[in-house]
């Protein structure tokens, strides 16, 4: 082993192994010439890529992705820009249609309430309920459309029978949906910026409040009358026009207003209705659609009560406020829908009531027409 370091050699023979041999083929295939190789030299790969011919490839691609990345930006800003040039166009266009057309609009809603009041301003309607198994035989017969026959049942007089003519009368086969066909062009007269009046008067149980409130199947004047203002206005609502809805609700019970639209923590807008020397101030809630509405009649009418007793002397009155905006005649219009369940007819004046009584209920009945007039 000395003498192997001395000569700076090691020796690899191993007993029992022998040094591996190349085949011409072999040597012919590998990565280097064994023939040029000399020991210590470094081994060196043939037909490598260089390190600078890859860079240039890679900063050649990043060039071509840049210039792709470019023009696609500038053809994004070539859209944008014609996008708002054909909007303006389109608003332009839109404005001045709206103005050709708003003249129009008005003629035909003063056409049309013209022709509502040409017929009467104020409509007599006659609806009949259908009668309690206790109630016996009707006493009312319907001989068209707009008459009602009442037996009073007198032997006296050589016709017992007193016919009487209205404006439309509706038997109890008729639903609610049929009454309000009736009832929808006084709508359409509200939502033309008309106040509307609609009021339910009759005995207690002749069925006022469930023509006004419906049922969950069949829903009343309440419910039907929201909804066609809601649909009309978004009809005739333009990006130019618009429709915005309140509601208030309120019991006049013993000459006394009871707002049933409590104020929250929101502070809720007022709203004055009335004559200038004889208002209320009532809480006005905003609604958007059909179901905010419902929502506002339902707590209203939880505020309430549930008292038969006194709804049968107390009136309640839930008025819709309509209010029309036009941007480009700058016309704005305010109007308003109510809908009046009045306290049964039969407690209003009785023949023995004192003088101090009639007074007072002919007080109420002024004070509702000077809200409504």
């Known amino acids: 082993m000395a003498e192997q370091r001395n000569n700076n050699r090691w020796n690899w023979e191993v007993s029992g192994f022998e040094p591996r041999k190349l085949s011409s083929s072999s040597s012919t295939a590998s990565s280097f010439d064994h023939d040029d190789y000399k020991p210590g ?14 860079l240039a490839q890679s900063e050649l691609s990043n060039h071509s992705v840049t210039s792709k990345l470019q023009k696609l930006k500038d053809q994004v800003k070539l859209a944008r820009e014609d996008y708002l040039e054909l909007r303006q166009e389109a608003n332009q266009f839109a404005l001045e249609t709206q103005a050709r057309i708003s003249p129009l609009i008005n003629e035909k809603r003063r056409l049309f309430n013209d022709l509502l009041t040409a017929k009467g301003n104020i409509k007599k309607y006659c609806r009949a309920r259908p009668l309690f198994e206790d109630e016996g035989s009707s006493i009312v017969e319907y001989p068209d459309d707009y008459n009602i026959r009442v037996n009073t049942g007198d032997d006296a007089l050589s016709n017992p029978k007193k016919d ?5 009368v509706y038997g109890p086969h008729v639903g609610q949906a049929e009454l309000f066909r009736d009832v929808q ?3 359409q007269s509200a939502l033309d910026g008309y106040n509307v009046s609609i ?3 009759g005995q207690t149980n002749s069925g006022k409040t469930h023509t006004m409130e419906g049922s969950s199947h069949d829903r009343g004047l309440y419910a039907r009358s929201f909804e066609e ?3 009309l206005a978004n009809s005739d609502s333009t990006s130019t026009s618009r429709f915005k809805f309140s509601v208030t609700v ?6 006394q207003i009871r707002d049933l639209l409590p104020e929250s923590g929101d502070a809720l807008p007022k709203i004055r209705m009335g004559s200038p020397d004889s208002f209320v101030e009532l809480v006005q809630e905003k609604v958007d659609n059909p179901l905010d509405f419902s929502k506002v009649l339902k707590d209203a009418f939880q505020s309430r009560g549930n008292d038969p007793s006194k709804f049968n002397v107390s009136h309640l009155i839930i008025t819709i406020h309509i209010c029309y905006n036009n941007l480009i005649t700058g016309e704005n219009t305010y109007s308003k829908l109510s809908l009046v369940d009045l306290a049964g007819s039969e407690g209003l004046i009785a023949e023995d009531d004192s003088s101090e009584r009639v007074t007072d209920l002919l007080h109420v009945m002024k004070s509702l027409s000077r809200m409504f007039g």
């Open 164 to 168: 009487f003519e209205l404006d439309r």
């Open 229 to 231: 203002l809601f649909d």
């Open 199 to 201: 009021f339910a008067y």
């Open 41 to 54: 030299a470094p081994l060196v790969r043939r037909y490598s890529i260089s390190a600078a011919s890859a």
């Open 250 to 255: 309120f019991e006049l019970y013993n000459e």
């Open 185 to 187: 062009p006084l709508v």
